[in-house]
């Protein structure tokens, strides 16, 4: 069975930095492509950043600049470094990966928190 497990969140300063990682356990296969999403309660889930098994990145315009995903395939990690934060970037975030290049896929973490004060 497939599993993700996310870790890393907390709270912190606006202007502080966190760094989110996600391990993923009891895949046969690899994870194609791999991202994090966030979701704050009462709004839809939103992506943040992609990165495929080729290091090719995508980033949501809000935090472009600020977060770096990256990924460890021989360890099937990822990661996401998240700097310059905001309290607008206060959310559940989630980790997604996907066989193919397309996401979301049915497999996700159980969240982690990130709260962000002012």
């Known amino acids: 069975q497939v599993q993700l497990v996310e870790s890393g969140g907390g709270l912190v300063q606006a202007g502080g930095s966190l760094r989110l990682s996600c391990a993923v356990s009891?895949?046969?296969?690899?994870?194609?492509?791999m991202g994090w999403y966030r979701q704050v309660p009462g709004k839809q889930r939103e992506l943040v950043a992609t990165?495929?098994?080729?290091?090719?990145?995508n980033y949501a315009d809000s935090v472009k600049g600020r977060f770096t995903i990256s990924r460890d395939n021989a360890k099937n990690t990822v990661s996401l470094q998240m700097n310059s934060l905001k309290p607008e970037d206060t959310a559940v975030y989630y980790c997604?990966?996907?066989?193919?290049?397309?996401?979301?896929?049915?497999?996700w973490g159980q969240g982690t928190q990130v709260t962000v004060s002012s």
């Open positions: 997604n990966g996907g066989r193919w290049l397309h996401l979301p896929s049915e497999y």
């Open positions: 009891g895949s046969t296969f690899s994870m194609s492509i």
């Open positions: 990165i495929t098994n080729t290091a090719r990145t």
